[in-house]
């Protein structure tokens, strides 16, 4: 994307030197890093704005416009003064080359996070967190991951983009062919589904819609959509978060928000899908061992999408526990024999790993049998298969004495 960062930049730099600094209390880090609010003097600013770089310049930056009888009035996002500003640069020392605000960026492009990728913070902070830039739901948030030194992006226009703008955008991304805006790797999106400012759980409304709006592109534009994950980090998780801020410490608070990243993301395409909820479990077999095997069979190999498996296993491993292993024990131990109670326990042991097993061994005997040809996994799975006809045999074994 072509930016002018010249003469418009000019006009930029000198309207953000008069913004305010962020003096609200959210318990978090100073939110310093090229983040403000407008001026409060903003009738003076205007008029030596026009004067000293001319109607044309200040028109085409975004900051105001003129009406009729040559009456200048600054653009509306600018009057309000509690809107948090985000300056993006070539260089440090250069004045910015656009502003980013709560409806997006003052030079009237749609995309925010088209400008985001430009900056020189973004290209120095992307790399360092495995190619990652977050998708906020707000320019709050924004301030708050750059305070931590995390590169950040509203969602503007994400929503609404057209085949032009989709194009584009993966482009300066990547995902087309592999070499992105910042350096030779794909950047992928973190969409961030939680309040940030307050380190509290709250779904962002907006970022349901744009991971749903994603999973359809995917869809029916045929747009790959693997380098997208939504954030939707744990009660636990955000505390650590915010207790790291609260005690002023923001290099550990952005290495739990990395952690969380690495624990708590999961596919947009899962996301999307209104059945899942990481924050809900399966009440019963049948729907736990579906949903095992849905979203490993369609997430196999997607960034996120390990974690939805995760979760899935989980949940499966407790419903096998509750509905089947922990019945065992319990009549186990009803018996007043000590040897038959420690006979019902070591069979309820066996049968927990036999049930927890036999998603994975279903799913790795599906993947043999699409490529005969791999002689060592052939084998590997022979191995298992025989490891677990000797655990079958164990049980029927357990069974047997029980019975004498």
């Not at 990728?117 to 948030?141: A, K, N």
Request: hydrophobic share 40%; with cysteine.
């Amino acid at each position: 994307m072509a930016y002018n960062t010249t003469e418009d930049s000019a006009v930029l730099g000198e309207y953000w030197k008069n913004c305010r600094p962020i003096e609200r209390n959210w318990r978090n880090p100073p939110l310093t890093v090229d983040s403000r609010l407008p001026p409060e003097a903003t009738r003076h600013l205007l008029r030596q704005l026009v004067e000293d770089f001319g109607g044309k310049l200040v028109r085409a930056s975004g900051v105001a416009s003129r009406r009729q009888n040559n009456i200048w009035r600054w653009s509306p996002v600018l009057k309000k003064q509690d809107n948090v500003l985000v300056a993006v640069r070539e260089t440090r020392d250069a004045p910015p080359f656009e502003i980013i605000t709560p409806d997006g960026p003052l030079s009237g492009n749609p995309v925010s996070l088209l400008a985001t990728l430009h900056d020189y913070r973004t290209m120095i902070w992307v790399p360092r967190v495995g190619q990652r830039v977050f998708v906020c739901g707000s320019t709050e948030q924004v301030a708050w991951f750059r305070a931590l030194t995390l590169p950040a992006a509203p969602l503007n226009g994400l929503l609404d983009l057209n085949a032009t703008q989709l194009w584009e955008l993966s482009s300066e991304l990547g995902w087309e062919m592999g070499e992105s805006a910042i350096g030779t790797e794909p950047v992928h999106l973190i969409l961030v589904n939680q309040n940030g400012i307050t380190c509290e759980f709250r779904e962002v409304r907006e970022i349901r819609r744009l991971a749903e709006v994603m999973a359809k592109t995917e869809r029916h534009q045929d747009v790959d959509m693997s380098n997208v994950s939504v954030w939707s980090p744990t009660e636990p998780e955000l505390d650590k978060i915010s207790f790291c801020i609260q005690k002023r410490d923001p290099v550990s608070a952005r290495e739990a928000v990395l952690e969380s990243v690495d624990c708590s993301s999961y596919a947009v395409v899962a996301y999307a899908d209104p059945r899942f909820d990481p924050r809900r479990k399966p009440d019963n077999y049948i729907k736990a061992i579906a949903e095992l095997y849905r979203s490993t069979e369609q997430l196999d190999g997607v960034p996120g999408g390990g974690n939805v498996g995760i979760i899935a296993q989980a949940a499966f491993n407790a419903i096998v526990d509750r509905d089947l292993v922990n019945p065992v024990i319990a009549k186990a131990l009803e018996n007043p024999d000590p040897l038959r109670r420690s006979l019902g326990v070591l069979l309820a042991e066996s049968l927990r790993s036999i049930h927890r097993q036999t998603p994975g061994l279903s799913r790795d005997v599906d993947a043999l049998s699409a490529n005969l040809s791999d002689s060592q996994r052939q084998k590997q799975l022979s191995d298992q298969l025989k490891q677990r006809d000797r655990q079958m045999a164990n049980v029927m074994q357990i069974a047997k004495a029980m019975k004498k």
